[in-house]
């Protein structure tokens, strides 16, 4: 079973994180990693491959900083990895961006299963893998808190606030995956030591015969216009207990819609 | 997700590292500490339970093994890069990172003194990750001097095991480990009848006394080991009876660096804590560390834990370096340990009342901080062993 996993990398939430003079996310001026909710599905994956042979080929769009993503992939145990790097991809939008992880992913080939995380940590938009299904004209089974791969169908859970539906989907499929259903592992000094042979693709916009104007900031269907940092939290209110404490406790939550 | 805790005692230290994997390897540590270590340190040292699983995850991750040749599933590391990892464990957890040096100690004898076919036979378990190691060497009797040695073991009549009575005091993880790396007398001559035999774990007659109760490093679980009459098969005595003395004099050189290092990461821990006290804490309406007195104190501390860093990896890079260094190393442990003592004894003041409760860490470090000037060598006996080197000429 040949899998690709796609991963982002992102700026790490624990730093101070800057932005560009065009309003574009700083990631190359900040320390960045492998988006956490990507470590599910590569684990996924590894999972797969471990119990049914096959390779796992991990996948990734940004700047130099984000070979990173797939250096701790491969530390972890996937099998190669495909860094899509270019100038015009600058500022690109998830549309712009799930074309080409598409076309990249047609020029690997010979795909499985496309497993992706939940949402990326930095945009958090979670739209990605069905643009990506779309694209592929695959189907997607998203937010996938179980995923089993049999008999070339792969059956996920996802778990709803009322009920857990059980979907099931012929393969080659997209397939997002949160982050209940496993405990990635962690990389080993012997996985470093191995992911340093493992081989490592960077293609262009025109390796994968994408047109440069129909990606990046100028193409985006969305513009950043201003931000500003989030105020600084307010203090909170503070509710004297005069013998009705536990009534205003509940009209507060209540105000709140919290009960 | 996994637990990411609020509060992040983890190191923002510069290291210059050797190779790309060596920051790679840095990196998993620090992330194995963030994740598994700092969010169960407070509450395992209250309750003072050996954290098994914790090793098992070191263990797994290669960390248990770094300094040990690949051939036999180590991970082929200078004790330069061995060494800061050991240092960013004690960052997160102090008695783990003694158990991860002490394991890595246990493993000595048989990698450097080992015949090659007891090497290629023990080590790759002992170096696997999932094993780990106890060290005995210490007895009631026998501290600092360990000439003093009384364990006996006797060649069975067919030659095929030793029987060993007495007892050793002061094993670190005794009853959780795998295999005991012991040092037992197998001749009347003080220095010269002593040798080294790995025995391992449930071997019959080897029984352990309840836990110490200790000052500190409540996780380090400390107890007696017992022998009576205990058979050991007589192919796991290391090298040639007669080396125990030579082994273990060895075995602590490299092992004292083990400590040097652990010592330094707790004090960065300590000068961590009282740093961002320092600054959140107000009196006379600023911050505290606004008034020079205070401010003093903390680049004192800063001094200490970075001359203590710089003293440790100066004797691991002569020992990389296939120079001497045990002097060095005796200097590290003597600079390192005492630098933990005096940035903890100050962390807990920078911290005032608050210093001395149970609430802030700085009262732990400080006891855990103690322990470091004792073992492996108390601390004048490592000036007895840079005097005689020194005086040597
Ligand atoms: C938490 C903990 C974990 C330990 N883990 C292990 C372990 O895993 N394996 C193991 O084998 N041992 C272990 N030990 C034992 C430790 O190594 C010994 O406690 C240490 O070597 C000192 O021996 P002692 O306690 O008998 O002190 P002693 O040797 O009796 O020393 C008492 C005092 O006399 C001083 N002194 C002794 N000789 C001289 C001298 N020649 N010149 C000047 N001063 C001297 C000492 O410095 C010390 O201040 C551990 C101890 C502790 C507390």
């Not at chain 1, 145990?77 to 939008?93: F, K, L």
């Not at chain 1, 089974?141 to 059980?166: N, P, Q, Y």
């Not at chain 2, 107890?223 to 058979?231: K, M, N, P, S, T």
């Given at each position: 079973?040949?899998?690709?996993?796609?991963?982002?990398?992102?700026?790490?939430?624990?730093?101070?994180r800057?932005f560009?003079?065009d309003?574009?996310?700083?990631?190359?001026?900040?320390?960045?990693?492998?988006?956490?909710?990507?470590e599910?599905?590569?684990?996924?994956?590894?999972?797969?491959?471990?119990?049914?042979?096959?390779?796992?080929?991990?996948?990734?769009?940004?700047?130099?900083?984000?070979a990173?993503?797939?250096k701790?992939?491969?530390?972890?145990?996937a099998?190669?990895?495909?860094?899509?790097?270019?100038?015009?991809?600058h500022?690109s939008?998830?549309v712009?961006?799930?074309l080409i992880?598409?076309?990249?992913?047609?020029?690997?080939g010979?795909?499985d299963?496309?497993?992706?995380?939940?949402?990326?940590?930095?945009?958090?938009?979670?739209?990605?893998?069905?643009?990506?299904?779309?694209?592929?004209?695959?189907?997607?089974?998203?937010?996938a808190?179980?995923?089993?791969?049999?008999g070339?169908?792969?059956?996920?859970?996802?778990?709803?606030?009322?009920?857990?539906?059980?979907?099931e989907?012929?393969?080659?499929?997209?397939?997002?995956?949160?982050?209940?259903i496993?405990?990635?592992?962690?990389?080993s000094?012997?996985?470093?030591?191995?992911?340093?042979?493992?081989p490592?693709?960077?293609?262009?916009?025109?390796?994968?015969?994408?047109?440069?104007?129909?990606?990046?900031?100028?193409?985006?269907w969305?513009t950043?216009e201003?931000?500003?940092?989030?105020?600084?939290?307010?203090?909170?209110?503070?509710?004297?207990?005069?013998?009705?404490?536990g009534?205003?406790?509940?009209?507060?939550?209540?105000?709140?819609?919290?009960? | 997700?996994?637990?990411?805790?609020g509060?992040?005692?983890?190191?923002?230290?510069?290291?210059?590292?050797?190779?790309?994997?060596?920051?790679?390897?840095?990196?998993?540590?620090?992330?194995?500490?963030?994740?598994?270590l700092?969010?169960?340190?407070?509450?395992?040292?209250?309750a003072?339970?050996?954290?098994?699983?914790?090793?098992?995850?070191?263990?797994r991750?290669?960390?248990?093994?770094?300094?040990?040749?690949?051939?036999?599933?180590?991970?082929?590391?200078p004790?330069?890069?061995?060494l800061?990892?050991?240092e960013?464990?004690a960052?997160?957890?102090?008695?783990?990172?003694?158990?991860?040096?002490?394991?890595?100690?246990t493993?000595f004898?048989?990698?450097?003194?080992?015949?090659?076919?007891?090497?290629?036979?023990?080590?790759?378990?002992?170096?696997?990750?999932?094993?780990?190691?106890?060290?005995?060497?210490s007895?009631p009797?026998?501290?600092?001097?360990?000439?003093?040695?009384?364990?006996?073991?006797?060649l069975?009549?067919?030659?095929?095991?030793?029987?060993?009575?007495?007892?050793?005091?002061?094993?670190?993880?005794a009853g959780?480990?795998?295999?005991y790396?012991?040092?037992?007398?197998?001749?009347?001559?003080?220095?010269?009848?002593?040798?080294?035999?790995?025995?391992?774990?449930?071997?019959?007659?080897?029984?352990?006394?309840?836990?110490?109760?200790?000052?500190?490093?409540?996780?380090?679980?400390?107890?007696?080991?017992?022998?009576?009459?205990?058979?050991?098969?007589?192919?796991?005595?290391?090298?040639?009876?007669g080396?125990?003395?030579?082994?273990?004099?060895?075995?602590?050189d490299a092992?004292?660096?083990?400590?040097?290092?652990?010592?330094?990461?707790?004090?960065?821990?300590?000068?961590?804590?009282?740093?961002?006290?320092?600054?959140?804490?107000?009196q006379?309406g600023?911050?505290?560390?606004?008034?020079?007195?205070?401010a003093?104190?903390l680049?004192?501390?800063?001094?200490?834990?970075?001359?203590?860093?710089?003293t440790?990896?100066?004797?691991a890079?002569?020992?990389?370096?296939?120079?001497s260094?045990?002097?060095?190393?005796a200097?590290?442990?003597?600079?390192?340990?005492?630098?933990?003592?005096?940035?903890?004894?100050?962390?807990?003041?920078?911290?005032?009342?608050?210093?001395?409760?149970?609430?802030?860490?700085?009262?732990?470090?400080?006891?855990?901080?103690?322990?470091?000037?004792?073992?492996?060598?108390?601390n004048?006996?490592?000036?007895?062993?840079?005097?005689?080197?020194?005086?040597?000429?």
């Amino acid at each position: 079973m040949n899998i690709v996993v796609c991963v982002k990398h992102v700026p790490d939430a624990q730093s101070e994180r800057t932005f560009n003079e065009d309003n574009t996310t700083d990631r190359e001026g900040v320390d960045g990693l492998l988006s956490e909710l990507d470590e599910y599905p590569v684990e996924a994956a590894l999972q797969l491959v471990d119990a049914a042979q096959g390779e796992v080929t991990v996948l990734t769009v940004g700047p130099d900083q984000a070979a990173d993503a797939i250096k701790k992939s491969l530390q972890m145990g996937a099998h190669r990895g495909v860094h899509v790097n270019d100038a015009a991809i600058h500022g690109s939008d998830a549309v712009a961006t799930s074309l080409i992880l598409a076309e990249a992913i047609k020029k690997i080939g010979d795909v499985d299963l496309v497993l992706t995380g939940l949402a990326s940590t930095d945009g958090t938009m979670s739209v990605v893998p069905a643009m990506l299904a779309e694209r592929l004209g695959l189907p997607q089974v998203t937010v996938a808190s179980e995923l089993t791969v049999e008999g070339g169908k792969a059956t996920i859970r996802r778990d709803g606030d009322v009920a857990s539906e059980t979907i099931e989907a012929s393969l080659p499929a997209v397939v997002s995956v949160t982050d209940q259903i496993n405990e990635p592992r962690y990389p080993s000094f012997k996985g470093i030591m191995a992911a340093k042979k493992k081989p490592v693709e960077t293609w262009s916009l025109a390796d994968l015969g994408v047109d440069a104007g129909s990606v990046g900031l100028d193409a985006a269907w969305t513009t950043v216009e201003s931000f500003e940092k989030r105020p600084p939290r307010q203090k909170g209110q503070i509710v004297t207990d005069e013998g009705d404490g536990g009534t205003k406790l509940a009209q507060f939550l209540s105000a709140q819609k919290f009960i | 997700m996994r637990m990411r805790p609020g509060i992040v005692r983890c190191m923002a230290v510069e290291r210059l590292v050797p190779s790309e994997e060596a920051g790679d390897l840095i990196a998993l540590t620090r992330e194995i500490c963030r994740d598994v270590l700092a969010p169960r340190v407070d509450a395992a040292e209250a309750a003072g339970e050996f954290p098994r699983d914790v090793f098992g995850v070191l263990g797994r991750a290669g960390l248990l093994s770094l300094a040990y040749p690949e051939e036999f599933g180590g991970g082929g590391q200078p004790y330069e890069v061995y060494l800061q990892v050991v240092e960013e464990i004690a960052s997160a957890w102090m008695s783990v990172a003694v158990g991860t040096s002490v394991h890595s100690l246990t493993c000595f004898p048989v990698a450097s003194f080992g015949s090659k076919e007891q090497r290629q036979r023990l080590l790759p378990d002992m170096l696997g990750g999932e094993e780990l190691g106890a060290y005995c060497l210490s007895e009631p009797q026998a501290g600092s001097d360990v000439s003093a040695i009384r364990t006996r073991a006797t060649l069975t009549d067919d030659g095929g095991h030793y029987r060993l009575s007495g007892g050793k005091a002061w094993i670190s993880h005794a009853g959780h480990a795998d295999f005991y790396t012991t040092f037992v007398r197998t001749d009347d001559h003080p220095t010269r009848g002593l040798s080294c035999i790995v025995i391992p774990a449930g071997t019959e007659g080897m029984t352990f006394a309840p836990p110490e109760r200790k000052m500190g490093l409540a996780c380090d679980t400390v107890r007696e080991v017992l022998f009576d009459g205990a058979l050991v098969a007589a192919d796991r005595l290391v090298g040639e009876p007669g080396m125990g003395m030579p082994i273990a004099l060895a075995a602590l050189d490299a092992g004292r660096l083990g400590i040097a290092a652990a010592a330094t990461g707790l004090a960065q821990s300590a000068l961590d804590l009282a740093t961002s006290y320092s600054t959140d804490r107000e009196q006379f309406g600023q911050s505290i560390n606004r008034f020079q007195g205070l401010a003093f104190m903390l680049a004192d501390m800063e001094a200490a834990v970075t001359s203590a860093r710089a003293t440790y990896l100066h004797a691991a890079r002569l020992k990389d370096g296939g120079r001497s260094f045990s002097k060095q190393a005796a200097v590290a442990k003597l600079v390192c340990t005492d630098a933990a003592m005096k940035v903890t004894t100050d962390a807990v003041q920078v911290l005032g009342g608050y210093g001395y409760t149970q609430d802030f860490p700085a009262e732990r470090f400080m006891r855990e901080a103690k322990v470091t000037q004792i073992f492996e060598g108390t601390n004048q006996i490592q000036r007895l062993v840079i005097s005689r080197q020194l005086l040597r000429g």
